[in-house]
């Protein structure tokens, strides 16, 4: 027979053991009920010219997040009980060279007075959009406006009486392993309940600027776009978008854009139709261990600053190309991807303290932020041109690094294509595979602007700097390094032992 000790011990573990408390809710069917009449079916449907488009094959553009167009399912439909005669997928008569498709999706009701929310890529491109709700009723929708970098469009029907609304909830408290649920209209299949928990936080997926989703394993399929992930209080905590499926199905891993980074971009729809983002100006890029050890940084942290724009408020406040930004408006910047994201939800035209480290040395400048739609707009309509530049470096080839130099000169420029803005550096002639410089991608071709910030004209100077950093102690060289475009990135490289 067991001890007492034993037996305490044994009825211990298996209390403790991992399945115990995996059971999840009871049920969930009082929160379905109390939800489900906020989410809607979103239908939007798009006219092609088959003959610009190419054929009879719908062109959708490839590697989005997901793609909600089913015209097959939809037109299938359609047609049922027609004899196959009918539907919205066929040509309209006396115009052969046209056709609709149709995007199926999802969305969720938040004012009574008729004001939807869906994904921007459901609605995208279409010419007409349907709202369908959970009692067949079904309404034309006005697009209030839309924005593309976090994939949010507001729409506005027009009800005969007051709508079942959804409230945001506080995402910024879900923690990894909440319960949630999502409601939507996987595969045109109509109001459909899935639960599961929040996987992880935080998210890059690399779909946009200012990625931070959850990630859930509660079923996403297509058509789940746009549609609301609840937590258990029955409050909107994300916007399903996407997911992760080599399969097109649901595996578990499917991700959701935060209450708290969609409401102000919904906010600023409403009431202006178009977002109105803060804009600093600056091109910046991740610091890792090696670029915080170049730069005297201890631990790697910030966004290292790689180009400021001409016009921008940074370099009219007098940040310049290597500053590190370790604090924007009072808060830290862990990673150089935090920045976009607090730069963009700051107010036009606030001033705002941001602290950089520059040589070693904390320096705050003010700055008045600009607003980054108007930046977009005219760089969307400036033209590149004048006369060449006659710029010539010349200087003997140099080794280093695992790669050959030669001096910036005009039969450099012409074969490498780089153009004047380019005005100083070192050219890149050559590159060992199995270098440092190689798995850093440095290509024959780019010209090394700066190391470790000081400029270099010729290529006898970059023997003479890897030995004075050797000297002082240095474990690696930053470079700034310069495509043909003139486009900058800084590098950080290891010095060799001997």
């Known amino acids: 027979m067991l001890g007492l000790a034993a037996f305490v011990a044994a009825a211990l573990a298996i209390v403790g053991a991992p399945g115990a408390f995996a059971r999840g809710p009871d049920s969930l069917a009082d929160l379905a009920d109390a939800v489900s009449d906020t989410v809607v079916n979103i239908s939007a449907t798009q006219t092609i010219d088959e003959k610009r488009a190419g054929g009879d094959s719908l062109q959708v553009e490839p590697g989005t997040p997901f793609d909600d167009l089913f015209e097959e399912f939809f037109r299938r439909h359609q047609q049922g009980g027609k004899g196959g005669k009918g539907g919205q997928g066929d040509n309209m008569p ?65 009800p005969d009486k007051p709508l079942k609304a ?40 690399d779909s946009g600027p200012y990625d931070n989703y959850f990630q859930t394993d509660a079923a996403i399929n297509k058509g789940n776009s746009g549609g609301p992930l609840f937590n258990m209080a029955g409050e909107v905590i994300g916007i399903n978008t996407a997911i992760l499926s080599p399969s097109g199905g649901s595996i578990g891993i499917g991700f959701a854009t935060p209450a708290a980074t969609v409401m102000p971009v919904i906010e600023q729809l409403q ?38 724009d001409d016009k921008g408020p940074a370099k009219a406040a007098g940040l310049q190309t290597g500053d590190v930004i370790v604090k924007f408006d009072g808060v830290e910047i862990k990673e150089s991807r935090d920045l976009p994201k607090i730069v963009a939800q700051a107010p036009v035209g606030k001033d705002v303290d941001v602290t950089v480290l520059r040589q070693g040395k904390e320096i705050i400048k003010k700055i008045r932020l600009g607003r980054l739609e108007d930046n977009e707009k005219q760089a969307s309509l400036s033209t ?32 490498f294509s780089i153009k004047p803005s380019v005005v100083a550096g070192v050219v890149v002639t050559a590159v ?14 780019e010209v090394i602007v700066e190391i470790n910030q000081e400029q270099v004209k010729d290529p006898a100077e970059i023997a003479k700097k890897m030995a004075a950093l050797k000297t002082a102690g240095k474990k690696s060289a930053l470079l700034l390094v310069a495509n043909g475009q003139g486009e900058v990135r800084f590098v950080a490289l290891a010095l060799p032992e001997k």
């Open 271 to 308: 009431k202006f139709g178009e977002t109105r983002r803060g804009w600093l100006g600056v091109r910046i890029q991740n610091v890792d261990d090696t670029i915080a050890e170049s730069l005297n940084l201890g631990a790697a942290r910030g966004a290292l600053i790689a180009g400021t």
């Open 384 to 415: 590149k041109g004048g006369p060449p530049e006659k710029t010539q470096v010349a200087g003997p080839v140099g080794k280093a690094l695992g790669m050959e130099f030669a001096g910036l000169s005009e039969e450099l420029r012409q074969k």
């Open 94 to 158: 006396g115009r052969p060279h046209e056709r609709r498709s149709n995007s199926l999706g999802s969305g969720f009701v938040i004012d009574p007075s008729g004001i939807v929310i869906t994904n921007n890529h459901v609605i995208a491109d279409a010419n007409e959009v349907t709202v369908i709700f959970t009692d067949g009723q079904k309404l034309k929708a006005e697009v209030i406006g839309k924005d593309a970098k976090v994939d949010v469009a507001v729409l506005r029907v027009k």
């Open 166 to 205: 959804a409230k945001f909830g506080a995402s910024e408290n879900m923690r990894v392993g909440d319960w949630v649920v999502a409601v939507g209209n996987p595969f045109g299949l109509g109001g459909t309940v899935t639960a599961g928990i929040i996987s992880a936080r935080n998210r890059n997926i």
């Open 432 to 445: 060992d595979p199995d270098s440092a410089a190689a798995e850093k991608r440095i290509q024959p071709g």
